[in-house]
Every structure is written in structure tokens, then in C-alpha cells.
């Protein structure tokens, strides 16, 4: 008897404390090297969000630069241009992506330059799951990254 009932109590704390578990997680992290004298980079992820509901990222910083920008590409009359938005909404069981020519994070006023293989430790902040830690794994100079150099 009394160990059905610990069983029964560990099960209800076993429920009652999923709601603490991470909604989100981030995968593939990674950032692109950068050529010597730039002052940006790009940063990019894919967010999965394992909740019921939809969570939306909100900002993003890192000690490696001045600050963390989140932007998107749009297509301006035949030209892409990158802006600035106020957040990434993330659907309930489901996915943002941001990738190379898409959303992407922008690493503004880079203090050193970004060498492949490094990692850089990137705070995100989501409206619902709060501060999230990730860990930026550089990558090697791609050729999109001429965009960028443009900021
Ligand atoms: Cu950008």
C-alpha cells in the first residue's frame, strides 16, 4: 500500500514538473568565420519549440560583440536587403529556421574576428521559455557572406 502510493506521488511530480522542462530547443548553432576587418557576422540556428503553444524569440546578445541584432532578408524589387525585426515567432510543435539568405541573428561590432572552430556563447531570450543558452560553433567563410559586408 504504501508503495503504491510513493509511486502514485512520484508520478504526479514526475507531471506536474513538465511544464519546467525546456519548450525550446535550439539545434545546429553556428556562425560564419569572418574576413579580416568585418564588423558583422551572421548567426544561425534552427528553433524547435516542443510546447502546446507558440513562443516567439525576442532578442538575443553575446559577449563577442556589442550586441546581437535579429534580421531578415527581404527581396526589394529584385534586391535583398536584410531589416531588422522585433522577434521570431516560433509555432506551438514546431520550427523556425534561420539560415544563410534567410532570418538570421547579426552579430554587430564583432570585437575579434570569428575563426572556424571556435564557439561563441550566445544568450536568447524567448517570451515564454525566458533565457536560453547556446553555443555558436564557427564555420568557414561562405560565399553569401559578401551580403553581409554591406551592413
Ligand atoms: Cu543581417
Redesign the pocket.
Known sequence: MKRAFSILLFSLLGFSSLPLLAQVAIEKPWARATAPGAS?A?GYMLIRNRGAAGDRLVSASSPVSAKV?L?VHINDNGVMR?REVRGYDVPAKGAFELKPGGA?L?FMDIKRPFKEGEKLPVKLKFEKAGEVDAEFQVGGLGGASTA?QK?
Open positions: 558583422v551572421g541584432e534580421h536584410m538570421h547579426m553581409h551592413h
